[in-house]
Nanobody, 121 residues
């Protein structure tokens, strides 16, 4: 079994910063893509940023230049540094990871439980 645990959410004022972390643990052989999604009330879940094991990244347009995704492969951990936060960034943020549990097995996607980010004065 694989578990993803997020941390770092909270309440921040507009213009502020937060750093989210997501650590994967359990029966992990390798992880390919790790990503952050978010879901605001009444809206669909959207991809915020993704990163491959080689460090290639992609971002949704609304966060480019403000958010930075990174990962520590040795720790099976992905981070999301969020700066210049806006009220519209308020959402529950979820991480996921595409995990292979043994060599030559298919990758399965696992999700964390989510962490609330609220941007408000």
């Amino acid at each position: 079994q694989v578990q993803l645990v997020e941390s770092g959410g909270g309440l921040v004022q507009p213009g502020g910063s937060l750093r989210l972390s997501c650590a994967a643990s359990g029966s992990i052989y390798s992880i390919s893509v790790m990503a952050w999604y978010r879901q605001a009330p009444g809206k669909e879940r959207e991809l915020v940023a993704g990163i491959t094991s080689a460090g290639n990244t992609n971002y949704v347009d609304s966060v480019k230049g403000r958010f930075t995704i990174s990962r520590d492969n040795a720790k099976n951990t992905v981070y999301l540094q969020m700066s210049s936060l806006k009220p519209e960034d308020t959402a529950v943020y979820y991480c996921n990871a595409d995990v292979r549990i043994v060599t030559n097995s298919p990758f399965f996607r696992y999700w964390g439980q989510g962490t609330q980010v609220t941007v408000s004065s």
